[in-house]
């Protein structure tokens, strides 16, 4: 799963041949795909909205845990454009003045359609994509797949950095252009076995 959706929505408010970018796809779905000993895992998001020197005109967090060990459980909080919410299955509850109510329809609709739930890295609407093989994130070697995607009207360029050895996400970082600012998302992944996803209590009916 991907936070970045939200994050485009706060903000809009090299093809190898036909063969080889298949042949990408497929390895890059492959290294994607949950597996049975990393379902518990924190993803931390970073983004920033540049002007043309450079220069970070605003800067966005947020945080989200999955545990994936029985489908969906997930807690995000920090988003600019939602309050704190969980999802467990097809159930969702958001924070609100202190205390947990169930989440809308439409928005727990929304925040489902944002998560593909067998998935780490968020790839719905993916296309174009390049192998580079080995690319450095944060001074580190890791293996690389690069590739363009749609989300609403913001076309991104996301460089998805996986351990080459436990085979597991460390980071994406996502760029695109948006009204004359450059817009640029890390997206950081722990995995933490000990990770825990409790349903919460419900704000209590007034009588």
Known sequence: MNIRVAFLVGVLLVSTGQDGWADCLSDFTGINR?????????????ADVLASDGAVVRRMASSSL?????????????????ADFIIIGEEGWT?????????????LQ???????????????NA??????????????????????QKIGTLDTRVTAYFDPASYRPVATVSDADVNGYRLAITTRYRFDPTIRIERPEEKASSP
């Open 34 to 46: 949950h597996r049975p000993d990393a379902v518990r895992y924190g993803v931390e998001v970073v």
């Open 66 to 82: 999955f545990d994936m060990t029985q489908g969906l459980r997930m807690k995000t909080s920090g988003l600019n454009t939602q």
């Open 95 to 107: 924070l609100a003045n202190g205390a947990w109510v169930p989440m809308p329809v439409e928005q």
């Open 110 to 124: 929304q925040s489902l359609e944002s998560v593909v739930a067998d998935h780490y890295v968020y790839d719905q």
């Open 127 to 148: 296309r174009e994509f390049e192998c580079p093989g080995e690319a450095t994130f944060e001074g580190k070697s890791y293996r690389g797949f690069v590739f363009r």
